[in-house]
């Protein structure tokens, strides 16, 4: 095994093709038996259900290489009973959650020489997708559908690696009650792309989504679910319908409660209280833990007391503990790292 000739410490989040990836493909009411392949590309019916009515949903989840120098990758069954729910809501069958996991394990040994090397600061992201792909014009679901993975090694989420963030309080909604926040659905994020856009161009480097309903709660991002610490310890998450349950997120509450012994909080969270915590954080698997050190409410700022430099020093304990558990430097709950053999 050679390891591809890449400057891993210097990539950021974006597309680099692989060799390998895995298809299955889903006819007469049954998936085939699914295969790795070369072919990044793929074909389809101009009428394709994805195409008119953006029947589509996703998976993110990272490889890593632990400092002992094995590959590993974090959770997946989460993201196999993820995409699972996923499927439900959008009226496209389910890829079995044994299968995704082998699916997952299969293009991650047949990319190993894409894995970055421990301490580069640099991952192989993985992501698993389906879509609907037969010709559909009446607005119904397809019938016919690929699950694919494909990897692609990245570096951080954000420039500037783990500065803190300046987000804005966007005036646009990502997602509606009794919508599909909760999922991953390709169309919540084809809703956030003029709001992300428009961010960027306002110089900040995410959106703050509030409640559709009554814009008065904090939601997430275009990317990650919020974490916020109080300033007396304690780590607090918004709880809502509509947002992704996220989880890395999910993983960093246990990390909080049981590596950290801080008591932890998911609630509804209303905008009114963000100017009292000491510290806020962007978490996902792209994200990890990115700080946040202003938001700004329609010119309004509100500065977080852990400041523009550096993270606060409980959203830097949570990073390190977690990334130490995705490295291998420390013991991880059972059942949280599959090893590649
Ligand atoms: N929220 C949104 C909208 C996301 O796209 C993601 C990324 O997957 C997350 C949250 C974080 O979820 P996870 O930690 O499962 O990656
Ligand atoms: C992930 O963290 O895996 C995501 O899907 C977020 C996306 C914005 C890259």
Same mark, same amino acid.
């Given at each position: 095994m050679a390891k591809k000739n890449i400057d891993w410490a210097n990539i950021g989040f974006g597309y680099i093709k692989t060799d390998k990836r895995y298809v299955s493909n889903y006819t007469g009411g049954k998936? @085939?038996?699914?295969?790795?392949?070369?072919?990044?590309?793929?074909?389809?019916?101009?009428?394709?259900?994805?195409? *008119?009515?953006?029947?589509?949903?996703?998976?993110?989840? =990272?490889?890593? $290489?632990? !400092?002992?120098? =094995?590959?590993?990758?974090?959770?997946?069954?989460?993201?196999? *009973?993820?995409?699972?729910?996923?499927?439900?809501?959008?009226?496209?069958?389910?890829?079995?959650?044994?299968?995704?996991?082998?699916?997952?394990?299969?293009?991650?040994?047949?990319?190993?020489?894409?894995?970055?090397?421990?301490?580069?600061?640099? $991952?192989?992201?993985?992501?698993?997708?389906?879509?609907?792909?037969?010709?559909?014009?009446?607005?119904?679901?397809? @019938?016919?559908? *690929?699950?694919?993975?494909?990897?692609?090694?990245?570096?951080?989420?954000? =420039?500037?690696?783990?500065?803190?963030?300046?987000?804005?309080?966007? @005036?646009? @909604?990502?997602?509606?009650?009794?919508?599909?926040?909760?999922?991953?659905?390709?169309?919540?994020?084809?809703?956030?792309?003029?709001?992300?856009?428009?961010?960027? !161009?306002?110089?900040?480097?995410?959106?703050?989504?509030?409640?559709?309903?009554?814009?008065? =709660?904090? !939601? !997430?991002?275009?990317?990650?679910?919020?974490?916020?610490?109080?300033?007396d310890n304690k780590v607090v998450t918004p709880k809502s319908d509509s947002i992704l349950p996220s989880i890395t997120r999910r993983s960093l509450m246990v990390v909080a409660k049981e590596y950290l012994g801080l008591e932890v909080e998911e609630r509804e969270v209303f905008f009114d209280e963000v100017k009292d915590f000491a510290e806020c954080g962007l978490c996902g698997t792209a994200a990890v833990i990115s700080p946040v050190g202003k938001i700004n409410d329609h010119g309004k700022e509100i500065c977080f007391p852990s400041g523009m430099e550096k993270m606060g020093p409980i959203t830097q304990k949570l990073y390190d503990t977690l990334t130490g558990i995705q490295m291998g430097r420390l013991e991880a709950p059972a059942g949280w790292i599959r090893v590649i053999e």
């Open positions: 998936w @085939d038996d699914g295969a790795i392949i070369d072919d990044d590309m793929i074909t389809m019916s101009e009428c394709a259900c994805v195409l *008119q009515y953006a029947q589509t949903i996703f998976e993110g989840l =990272k490889a890593y $290489t632990t !400092e002992d120098g =094995k590959i590993v990758v974090f959770r997946p069954d989460l993201n196999a *009973q993820r995409l699972a729910n996923s499927s439900r809501r959008m009226e496209m069958p389910v890829f079995p959650e044994d299968r995704f996991v082998d699916a997952v394990v299969q293009t991650v040994k047949a990319n190993a020489d894409f894995v970055p090397p421990y301490g580069t600061g640099a $991952t192989l992201y993985l992501r698993p997708y389906m879509f609907g792909i037969n010709p559909v014009i009446g607005v119904k679901p397809a @019938d016919d559908f *690929q699950f694919r993975v494909f990897a692609t090694p990245v570096g951080p989420y954000f =420039k500037g690696g783990v500065k803190p963030l300046t987000i804005k309080v966007s @005036d646009f @909604d990502r997602a509606a009650p009794h919508g599909t926040g909760f999922i991953k659905a390709g169309l919540n994020y084809a809703m956030s792309l003029h709001a992300i856009v428009t961010a960027h !161009e306002e110089g900040f480097a995410e959106n703050m989504y509030l409640d559709a309903a009554t814009r008065t =709660k904090v !939601e !997430e991002t275009g990317g990650a679910n919020f974490l916020f610490v109080t300033k």
